[in-house]
């Protein structure tokens, strides 16, 4: 496993609100290994307050996927914040 | 083929690349923009998308629509960027053997694209603008 004090970097991309909100559409965020998508929001909504409580409407995507808050991030993920959609 | 594209959709194209001889039915869905929502008047709508999740998700959905109706041919394309009233912002094409599955598979389609594919539109009205979520 890793050792202590070791970091992973992760690309964070906002859409729509969310992008609104963070007043920015991609940031890289730095976070102690081992993480998880939860560990990144939990990070966002210290980064970004105004996002806030706005993340519990948005979805979390790993690397194109939809991905649950315990799956593990690696050093260069994108993880996306995906507002409620509404194409079509 | 690109499924996420920004200029207007070239509707009969789609249709001739899943048209078949096999196919007794050929059904397509256009979603246009429509000049009131919620009680607004919408004077445009701009279509953002997380293009390359958009992509792959909207292949997907036409893998899952192929697995559940065996044979039949679909192509799912969204337009993004302004879109004026009237302008086709999605549009669906099944080829099938009948019209029933046709028909199903289409509204197969459509309803999950607007579940979970990432595209968001921001609705223009003569006073303002608003983001749409869900659908």
Redesign the interface.
């Not at chain 1, 690309?11 to 992008?19: D, E, G, K, Q, T």
């Given at each position: 496993m890793t050792s202590g004090g070791e970091t992973i970097a992760v690309s964070v991309?906002f859409?729509?609100?969310a992008r609104?909100l963070a007043g920015t559409t991609g940031a890289t965020l730095a976070l102690r290994a081992p993480a998880t998508v939860g560990d990144a929001r939990a990070a966002l909504t210290e980064t970004y307050p105004a996002l806030g409580k706005y993340l519990d409407?948005c979805r979390l995507?790993v690397d194109?996927e939809?991905s649950a808050m315990d799956r593990p991030l690696e050093d260069g993920s994108e993880l996306?914040i995906?507002?409620?959609?509404?194409?079509? | 083929m690109r499924r996420v594209v920004s200029s207007p959709i070239d509707e009969q194209a789609a249709v001739r690349r899943v048209a078949h001889t096999g196919a007794g039915a050929v059904v397509t869905f256009a979603g246009t923009v429509r000049d009131h929502n919620r009680g607004r008047t919408v004077v445009a709508i701009e279509y953002h998308a997380y293009e390359e999740m958009a992509s792959r998700e909207i292949e997907q959905i036409e893998a899952e629509a192929v697995q559940r109706w065996p044979g039949i041919e679909i192509l799912i394309l969204h337009r993004i960027g302004r879109l004026e009233l009237g302008e086709v912002c999605v549009f669906l094409v099944v080829a099938a053997a009948h019209r029933k599955e046709g028909f199903e598979a289409l509204r197969f389609a459509i309803d999950t694209l607007k579940q979970r594919v990432p595209i968001w539109k921001k609705e223009i009205y003569s006073d303002g603008v608003a983001w749409i979520e869900g659908s």
């Amino acid at each position: 496993m890793t050792s202590g004090g070791e970091t992973i970097a992760v690309s964070v991309l906002f859409f729509a609100r969310a992008r609104e909100l963070a007043g920015t559409t991609g940031a890289t965020l730095a976070l102690r290994a081992p993480a998880t998508v939860g560990d990144a929001r939990a990070a966002l909504t210290e980064t970004y307050p105004a996002l806030g409580k706005y993340l519990d409407s948005c979805r979390l995507a790993v690397d194109q996927e939809f991905s649950a808050m315990d799956r593990p991030l690696e050093d260069g993920s994108e993880l996306a914040i995906i507002p409620p959609v509404s194409g079509g | 083929m690109r499924r996420v594209v920004s200029s207007p959709i070239d509707e009969q194209a789609a249709v001739r690349r899943v048209a078949h001889t096999g196919a007794g039915a050929v059904v397509t869905f256009a979603g246009t923009v429509r000049d009131h929502n919620r009680g607004r008047t919408v004077v445009a709508i701009e279509y953002h998308a997380y293009e390359e999740m958009a992509s792959r998700e909207i292949e997907q959905i036409e893998a899952e629509a192929v697995q559940r109706w065996p044979g039949i041919e679909i192509l799912i394309l969204h337009r993004i960027g302004r879109l004026e009233l009237g302008e086709v912002c999605v549009f669906l094409v099944v080829a099938a053997a009948h019209r029933k599955e046709g028909f199903e598979a289409l509204r197969f389609a459509i309803d999950t694209l607007k579940q979970r594919v990432p595209i968001w539109k921001k609705e223009i009205y003569s006073d303002g603008v608003a983001w749409i979520e869900g659908s």
